[in-house]
């Protein structure tokens, strides 16, 4: 038997079912109905209520962040963390090819342009040696800020972790601290995944999460920003709202705001969710390790979690041989009713990110000939409790 079809026989074992099966479904088997339809029999269903703080809340507790604001999306939350860290028209951030495009959405939103550099093989993200020999060869420092040979500053360094696997983020907090440069991790896939002990997304000044309907908890769209202080925290949900200043009934903005927060309709569901997080990681950390030994042996190389870190397994990935082998790979597994899919075609082939500043890719174009995201649900309610 090909190892296509083990697989395939594998995935269909493992979730015990017959019908399609999706790359990565949500699961609402905990108190969410109920709280959802508090929020409704409440009247509180929009961007006020108490489900919201007690998003929040639950969500700091868990990553350990200072403050955690909620916002609409995953993307919101990208931007507002970028825009509070003094991303400003014709600036550049540095990111990775090998990401989702929201991720290079929000920097040309805010009329900044990326900057792609390479990702290493072992994480799959930010390869902090790309980065500091761009930063080497193409930039210089002036007055305690970094600028690019074009004139333009680089006004943040934006690594991402790619399907909840950790970048050495230490490694890149080390890069861009020499340069003067405010990191932004793009977290929207690791909510659960932690390197060296401690979780994704607080190791920077400000991060960003989603709870997409894909993502490892959802609230059907939602974001989170996360802050290293109380007090950025603040001038977060200020300009995620509407830059109103507290009183009793002037409407008073004293700057441009974005009305991005979250209704509480969502954040009940957010709630709910979280409440089975750590179920949620566990079945998750099982299925990662029953495709390991599934492919232990195999021609496909599966990914696993890198070294000091743990992560979350939001999509499971396998490395093929070559794009051949990929393709028929990805055919085979989809005809079948088993949904497989390559990774994000890179950033700097898609036409508004073509003329993109990039140093070398090697690394982001091998991987991206040759990975695939497996079926990574989590398995069904009766297994999970
Ligand atoms: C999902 C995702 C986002 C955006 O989140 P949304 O909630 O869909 O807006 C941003 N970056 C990455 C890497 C993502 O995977």
Redesign the pocket.
Known sequence: MSSTQSLIRFVREFYQSNEFIPLHAPHFNGNEKSYVLDTIDSTFVSSVGAYVDLFERQVAEFTNASSAIATV??????YSALYVAGVRPNELVITQAL??V??CN?IAQLGAQPVFVDVERATLGMCPRALETFLDQHCHLKEGMCFHSSGSRIAAVVP?H?FGHPVQIHEINRVCARFGITVVE?A??SLGSFYKGQHTGTFSPFA?L???G??VITTG???MVLCESQEVGKRVKHITTTAKVAHAYEFYHDELAFNFRMPNINAALGCGQMEQLHAYLSAKRALALAYQAHFDGSELEFVCEPEHAQSNYWLNAVICADKHHRDEFLEMTNKAGVMTRPVWQLMHTLPMFKNAIRGPLDMSVWLAERIVNLPSSVPTVSEVK
């Open positions: 999306n995953g993307t919101a939350a990208l990401t989702f929201a991720t929000v991402m790619t793009d929207a896939e960003a989603s709870f997409n894909n993502k769209g939602g974001g």
